[in-house]
């Protein structure tokens, strides 16, 4: 199989810091979903709500989770589970003309389609979606990538020497011998 791929990113977004945008009250309502607790819940919803400490002065913290906060990574994985990660399985997926692959690490992630057209819609989808629960792509790193085996065959047509190279969490991704393309972030 091979056709487009398509690489998406949070804007803003590395592997070790928060996500700015991302919504208290939807956090809430997903930790609320997992966790049973009241006491536990108020515990998250003050520790959201904590000031920021910048040039010795105090902000007030209206969304993201705290940078450096040692529950960030935890809330970060659980927000985009249910915007992301559920989203891609129940919601794109069984719409799409053929198959596709969510590869998420924290807050990076990798959409990988057997259709060039199907990456396209879903790069929409996508941006709608993130929007509605306050995060956006990151242009510099969202770009739709062709890989497989005839992504020589492609970029030649483009007027490129050669496909692009996929990097995705410190790894570049080479394209040789393979059947399906692959799209990182």
């Known amino acids: 199989m091979t056709s487009g791929g398509l690489a998406e990113s949070l804007s803003g977004i590395g592997e070790s810091e928060p996500i700015s945008g991302l919504s208290h009250e939807w ?3 997903f930790v609320e979903l997992r966790v049973g607790d009241p006491r536990l819940i108020s515990l998250i919803r003050r520790w959201l709500k904590a000031n920021v400490l ?3 002065e105090r902000h007030p913290n209206e969304e993201g989770t705290p940078q450096g906060g040692s529950i960030s990574v935890l809330l970060s994985n659980l927000y985009l589970h249910y915007v992301l990660d559920l989203w891609f399985e ?5 719409r799409l003309r053929g198959e596709a692959y969510l590869v998420r690490y924290i807050d990076d992630f990798v959409l990988c389609f057997q259709y060039r057209e199907d990456a396209l819609r879903v790069q929409d989808a996508l941006r709608k979606r993130l929007g509605k629960f ?3 792509l990151e242009p510099k790193k969202t770009k739709l990538v062709e890989f497989g085996r005839f992504a020589q065959k492609w970029a030649s047509k483009r007027g490129r020497k050669r496909p692009e190279t996929i990097y995705f969490l410190g790894f570049s991704a080479l394209q040789k011998c393979t059947d399906m393309e692959v799209v990182m972030t």
Do not use: F, Y
């Open 90 to 94: 129940r919601v794109v997926k069984p």
């Open 27 to 29: 956090m809430l309502r």
């Open 54 to 56: 910048e040039d010795e």
């Open 134 to 136: 306050g995060l956006t």
